[in-house]
């Protein structure tokens, strides 16, 4: 005995045809009612806060005193040239101490080689007191010009731009001596010509940084800064 037979699943059924497509539903074009919202009058004054809460909300744009504060005023700033002397200064002291360390040396060396031959040469032993006496003033001016670069370029107060034109002055001081000293000296010992001119531009050369950093702050601006005020810059 076979199942009763589906209409739906067989295809030769016949089906019943439904009503036409009439198109999509018509909707009203008719003007939405007015929401009764309270119409509030606002004072004179201005209007209220956002969202209703005194001080909320994004900040206003305007001019000073409205909205964001205004950017604080900056200081004037620090001359170029005072900035190049107390580098200056500080590069003179690199140097300077390179070259009191190698007078050191020499001066142990030409001690240790009198000792060895027995044989005290007065004048040999008074050039090397003297280089061990100028070596040490030099480690002192070492200390002297990074301690006036360094309060230089945090202090505006004469003091320090005294105090800057002072070591750098004495640096001068220094390279135009050991200049003549270097003449003196070995004018009298046998040797080479070439190595006395050599010698005097080495000194020369130690004392152009100074020399640059004097005339640095003998400028009107330089002047001008350390004149300005008293305290930090």
Avoid: C, H, K
């Amino acid at each position: 005995m076979s199942a009763p037979r589906d209409p739906w699943s067989d295809p030769a059924t016949p089906t019943e045809q439904g009503a036409p497509y009439s198109g999509p539903p018509a909707y009203s074009t008719s003007a939405y009612p007015a929401a009764p919202y309270p119409t509030t009058a606002y004072p004179a004054g201005g209007y209220p806060a956002p969202y209703g809460q005194p001080g909320y909300g994004p900040p206003a744009f305007g001019p000073p005193g409205y909205g964001w504060p205004a950017p604080a005023p900056t200081g004037p700033r620090r001359p170029g040239q005072v900035v190049a002397a107390a580098v200056l200064a500080i590069v003179q002291a690199a140097l300077v101490a390179f070259a009191s360390a190698y007078l050191l040396l020499v001066a142990s060396v030409l001690g240790l080689d009198l000792d060895i031959d027995g044989t005290v040469d007065p004048r040999a032993t008074a050039i090397a007191d003297e280089m061990r006496v100028l070596a040490w003033v030099q480690f002192a001016s070492v200390v002297a010009l990074v301690a006036a670069g360094v309060v230089a370029l945090n202090r505006r107060d004469r003091g320090s731009w005294l105090g800057l034109l002072a070591v750098l002055g004495v640096q001068v001081l220094l390279a135009l001596y050991w200049a003549v000293r270097i003449v003196g000296v070995l004018a009298d010992i046998p040797g080479p010509d070439d190595a006395v001119p050599l010698l005097v531009f080495g000194a020369l050369v130690f004392a152009a940084g100074p020399a640059v950093g004097v005339g640095l702050l003998l400028t009107r601006a330089s002047r001008e800064w350390f004149g300005a005020g008293r305290g930090g810059g």
